[in-house]
């Protein structure tokens, strides 16, 4: 987050118009602050409906970049890892379904 904020005031500083590659610096940094919210573990507990639901709606407010999706989507996975394999297979596919990542067919 602080490195954020302090690429922000930079642009601030620098006036209205820091130019493309400030700009593209100050998204990076941003997708990538995105991407590193907290994960409650109440998520692993959600119904599937409730689940891809929320997926749905997060990626189409907060993690719109498909970069942020994928690279919420492998925390995800990362922290199911080690539940038992149908939630794990529930999860992935959920995240396939809500467009985190690429769609796999299902067995």
Known sequence: MSRVLALYWRIAAAGPEPGEATERALAADVEAWIASVPIPPQVFDLPTAVLEAEL???GASIFRAPGVRSRVAGRLLAAAAGSSPDDERRLAAALA???????????
């Open 56 to 58: 749905a709606r997060l």
């Open 97 to 107: 379904r809500t467009g985190f990542t690429a769609s796999q067919s299902e067995d």
